[in-house]
Every structure is written in C-alpha cells, then in structure tokens.
C-alpha cells in the first residue's frame, strides 16, 4: 500500500526484517530516506526508482536488510576509527559509483574533475583509515544507493552534498572521544578536506551556499549513525557508546 | 532562603590550570587569525565599488562569519579568566611586499588572494591548535566547528579564483613568495605509516594524497604569518 504513513510521521527506518521494510515502507518514507521528501511531483526520476529496478543497479540492496556490523565503543579510538572507516567506505562507494557512472550521466566535464578528485580523496582516507586500523580496519561494508539516478547530476550532487556535510559534522563529533593525540590530529587534517568538498558540491548546486553557517554541526555517532543507515545494507550498531556527548556550539548534535 | 548563583557550565568544565592556560593561549591565536581575516573583509567592504557585485554575498558572509568567530572565541577566552587580546592594527601592504596595496580600483585580485591565503591560513592554525583543546570539550568543539569552516570558506575563495578547492602539494600556485610558508609542509603524502602515494597509484596518486589530508601549523608559525601584516 502506497502513502499509507499520516503525514509527518518519522518513525525510524526500518531495519533487519525485509518483511517488514515492506511492510511500512511507503513512498513517502523511501523518498526521506534519500532526503528528498515532499519533492515527489517535482522528481519523477526518483518515484520510478522508487518503483522499479530500472534505474537502479541490481545490486542496490535494502538498507539494513543485511548482516549486522557492531563497532564496541569499549575498545576506545578503534572504534572511534571504525567508525570513520565506515563513513568513508560509504563515501568512497558513492563517489566510485558517480565516477563509474560518467558516462552515462548529464555531469559537466569540469565537474567530472572535480568528483573524480574527491573520489580520490575519500579513496586516500579509507585507506589511511584500513592502514591504521590493521586487522581492526580488516572489514567491508556493503553500501546502498538505491533511489540515487547516477545519471542525473542534481541527484548525484543532492546526495553528495548530505554525506559531506554529515562527514563535516561526524569528525567534528567524533574528535571529543579520541584519546590518541595522534588520531585527533588526523580526524582535523581529514574534516576540512571532506568540508573543502562540501563547500565545493554545494557550489556546484547553488552559488554562494558554500557554509550555511558560522559554525558547522558537531554530531555525536548515534545520530550520525541514523543517517548513515540509510546508505548501508549492513545493520549499523553500537555497544558500550558512550551516554555522555558534549554539544557543539550549533547544539542539536 | 538564600540563592547561590550557579557557575556556568563553562567553568565547570574548565581543565586544571596549566591545560586551562593552554587552552587559553590556543584560542588566542585563533582569535588572532580570526582578527586578520576579519579586518581584510571589513577594508573591502568599506572601499565603495571595490568589490565585484557578483561577488558581494560571498564577502559579506565571509565578514559576517568572522565577526561571529571573533565572539565566540572572545566570549570563550573571557569564560577561561584569560586575558582579552585587542584586534591589532593591519597594514595589507604586508611591509613593503605588497607596495601600494589599498583595496583600490585594479587590486581586486591581489584582495582575492590574500583571502584565500588567510583562509588556508586559518585552517592550518585551528587545525594545529586542535590537540592542544582537548582537554576542554566546549572550546574544542568551537574550535573545530569554525576550522571546518574556515575550511569551506577557503574552498569557495579557491574557487572564485578559479583554482582546485584542495591544496595540491605546497604549492603556491600564484600567491605570492613572501606567502610560502601558508603552504609549506602541504605535501605530505604519507599519513601515519601508510603510503597513501603508493596506495592510491592508479587514482590520483601523489597529488591525489597530498590534496586529502589538510596539514597543521604551529603557533610560532601562524604568529610569523600575521606578524606580516600587523604595524
């Protein structure tokens, strides 16, 4: 059943049971997932995507419908760094799939460039992540797109704009609970590359938003991890995360 | 019943001394960066028809966002009982380097890039500030959140100027000699033990690497940096 959610609910995304997924899944519900709820008249593209397997890679899985993958915050900056890792799995996934994708997309030539740098980039800090971590950094998640038309540049850049501006604010989170000083450094060389590419896609969509704000967002990984689901067919959990979190100074973290 | 004011939070929270006094000499030199950017977007902004119409929303935001960092981190440093730093007095000619510079008609480009430099700049000095705040969570994640920032502001004046948001290598690019060392160290291409030149051969390799990973500066460098500019 289609549209079957009271208007403005935003129950939590389904995770672990297919069955259920399509049970409460709604239109309106896949399209919040990629952030573009309420745009529905306006994207046609997105609600066939929604509907059919056309548009998307047959290998686009259901968010959280896979196994789960549980950082243990009781192992302290390794969690820490696993969950970097996992963001930047996701983003380097995502950018692999935009620059694959090239040659069927209406992405400019310049802005071709410009993604195959940060591709590049996601690709170095993965792999700083994989190196650092050793064995801990030994694991590879399974990310989903699906609902993204790789083809159409304003979803391409409308997606690549909400992972970098959460990756600004999951780093910008994550920093307070690291205890290595070596590690705190590395998560600030990381953040303002990933926020220099914020600025840029956002650039990229509309002219002069490059910050929307004096300070960015300061996430803490619970919140950051809700989001992230939403791109993971692996069921993201936390053991032992910490209660406590200090608010950055846009608070709402 | 008598009422006891209750402190804020941020004295609270505040380290035990020798760290507060670290924390607060940190954000001092971040407001003393913060003083640079702001003062060079204020002239702009003053010298009527300087500025590229197109270009307006960005400077006034710029300026807007530095007035606002400049608060937070006056406000924080006030909190921590250290001691006010005033905005020093600028002069933009950078003594000589940039003879005559006096954002006038036909200087346009030497104010866009100083920008970008003060803004490269500023990444680098939070940045190189950032372990030093640790021990005090409020402040680190000021600090933090205007580093990232600072970071997209310095992407946008990138790109103004036609240039790659990242910074490739230590180059200069056109910025002036005198600039070098807003740029120095850059290069890294290895992180920690990884290689990240070798690992990323076939996907941008060296440039690539160095582009990722933004670099720290101290804060005897950042201070040398600005001493260029103040009288």
Same mark, same amino acid.
């Given at each position: 059943?289609?549209?079957?959610? /009271?208007?403005?609910?935003?129950?939590?995304? /389904?995770?672990?049971?297919?069955?259920?997924?399509?049970?409460?899944?709604?239109?309106?519900?896949?399209?919040?997932?990629?952030?573009?709820?309420?745009?529905?008249?306006?994207? /046609?593209?997105?609600?066939?995507?929604?509907?059919?397997?056309?548009?998307?890679?047959?290998?686009?899985?259901?968010?959280?419908? =896979?196994?789960?993958?549980?950082?243990?915050?009781?192992?302290?900056?390794?969690?820490?760094?696993?969950?970097?890792?996992?963001?930047?799995?996701?983003?380097?996934?995502?950018?692999?799939?935009?620059?694959?994708?090239?040659?069927?997309?209406?992405?400019?030539?310049?802005?071709?460039?410009?993604?195959?740098?940060?591709?590049?980039?996601?690709?170095?800090?993965?792999?700083?992540?994989?190196?650092?971590?050793?064995?801990?950094?030994?694991?590879?998640?399974?990310?989903?797109?699906?609902?993204?038309?790789?083809?159409?540049?304003?979803?391409?850049?409308?997606?690549?704009?909400?992972?970098?501006?959460? =990756?600004? +604010?999951?780093?910008?989170?994550?920093?307070?609970?690291?205890?290595?000083? +070596?590690?705190?450094?590395?998560?600030? @060389?990381?953040?303002?590359?990933?926020?220099?590419?914020?600025?840029?896609?956002?650039?990229?969509?509309?002219?002069?938003?490059?910050? /929307?704000? +004096?300070?960015?967002?300061?996430?803490?990984?619970? @919140?950051?991890?809700?989001?992230?689901?939403?791109?993971?067919?692996? @069921?993201?959990?936390?053991?032992? +995360?910490?209660?406590?979190?200090?608010?950055?100074?846009?608070? =709402?973290? | 019943?008598?009422?006891?004011?209750?402190?804020?939070?941020?004295?609270?929270?505040?380290?035990? $001394?020798?760290?507060?006094?670290?924390?607060?000499? #940190?954000?001092?030199?971040?407001?003393? &960066?913060?003083?640079?950017?702001?003062?060079?977007?204020?002239?702009?902004?003053?010298?009527?028809?300087?500025?590229?119409?197109?270009?307006?929303?960005?400077?006034?935001?710029? *300026?807007?966002?530095?007035?606002?960092?400049?608060?937070?981190?006056?406000?924080?440093?006030?909190?921590?009982?250290?001691?006010?730093?005033?905005?020093?007095?600028?002069?933009?000619?950078?003594?000589?380097?940039?003879?005559?510079?006096?954002?006038?008609?036909?200087?346009?480009?030497?104010?866009?890039?100083?920008?970008?430099?003060?803004?490269?700049?500023?990444?680098?000095?939070?940045?190189?500030? &950032?372990?030093?705040?640790?021990?005090?969570?409020?402040?680190?994640? &000021?600090?933090?959140?205007?580093?990232? &920032?600072? $970071?997209?502001?310095?992407?946008?004046?990138?790109?103004?100027?036609?240039?790659? $948001?990242?910074?490739?290598? #230590?180059?200069?690019?056109?910025?002036?000699?005198?600039?070098?060392?807003?740029?120095?160290?850059?290069?890294?291409?290895?992180?920690?033990?990884? *290689?990240?030149?070798?690992?990323?051969?076939?996907?941008?390799?060296?440039?690539?690497? #160095?582009?990722?990973?933004?670099?720290?500066?101290?804060?005897?460098?950042?201070?040398?940096?600005?001493?260029?500019?103040?009288?």
């Amino acid at each position: 059943m289609i549209d079957d959610k /009271p208007a403005g609910t935003s129950s939590p995304i /389904p995770i672990g049971n297919l069955d259920d997924w399509r049970s409460v899944a709604s239109r309106r519900t896949f399209l919040r997932l990629v952030g573009l709820g309420g745009a529905i008249a306006l994207l /046609p593209s997105f609600v066939s995507a929604c509907d059919s397997e056309a548009t998307t890679a047959p290998t686009d899985g259901f968010a959280g419908s =896979g196994d789960a993958l549980v950082i243990d915050f009781a192992q302290g900056d390794v969690a820490i760094l696993q969950y970097a890792l996992v963001l930047e799995q996701v983003e380097a996934d995502f950018y692999s799939r935009v620059v694959t994708g090239f040659g069927t997309s209406n992405i400019t030539t310049a802005e071709q460039a410009i993604l195959t740098d940060i591709r590049n980039h996601e690709l170095a800090h993965r792999e700083f992540l994989r190196g650092a971590l050793g064995a801990d950094g030994d694991f590879t998640i399974t990310s989903t797109f699906r609902g993204v038309s790789f083809t159409d540049r304003a979803a391409v850049l409308g997606a690549a704009r909400s992972l970098e501006d959460l =990756g600004v +604010a999951a780093y910008n989170g994550a920093v307070q609970y690291l205890t290595s000083p +070596a590690n705190v450094l590395s998560f600030a @060389k990381i953040v303002s590359v990933e926020a220099r590419h914020a600025a840029t896609i956002r650039d990229l969509l509309e002219p002069r938003t490059f910050a /929307p704000s +004096a300070t960015d967002d300061v996430f803490r990984p619970a @919140k950051v991890a809700a989001t992230v689901q939403t791109n993971l067919v692996d @069921k993201l959990g936390f053991s032992n +995360a910490p209660a406590a979190f200090t608010q950055g100074p846009n608070e =709402g973290g | 019943m008598i009422r006891i004011p209750h402190p804020t939070s941020a004295l609270l929270q505040a380290p035990p $001394a020798p760290e507060a006094a670290q924390v607060v000499e #940190s954000l001092r030199l971040a407001l003393l &960066v913060a003083y640079l950017q702001s003062e060079l977007y204020t002239r702009a902004i003053a010298a009527t028809g300087f500025i590229a119409s197109a270009e307006a929303t960005v400077f006034t935001t710029l *300026n807007a966002h530095e007035t606002q960092h400049i608060s937070r981190l006056t406000q924080l440093i006030a909190a921590r009982g250290g001691p006010a730093l005033a905005r020093p007095t600028f002069d933009f000619t950078a003594k000589g380097a940039l003879p005559g510079f006096a954002f006038a008609a036909g200087q346009y480009d030497t104010f866009r890039l100083l920008a970008q430099a003060f803004e490269d700049l500023g990444v680098r000095a939070y940045k190189g500030q &950032v372990q030093a705040l640790v021990a005090d969570e409020p402040a680190l994640n &000021v600090a933090l959140a205007i580093h990232s &920032v600072e $970071a997209r502001h310095a992407a946008e004046l990138r790109r103004l100027r036609g240039k790659k $948001a990242w910074i490739t290598g #230590s180059s200069l690019d056109d910025v002036p000699t005198f600039l070098q060392a807003v740029y120095g160290g850059e290069e890294l291409t290895t992180q920690g033990t990884v *290689n990240l030149a070798a690992a990323l051969a076939a996907t941008g390799g060296a440039e690539a690497a #160095s582009q990722a990973f933004d670099e720290p500066l101290g804060a005897a460098q950042v201070t040398a940096i600005v001493a260029l500019f103040t009288v």
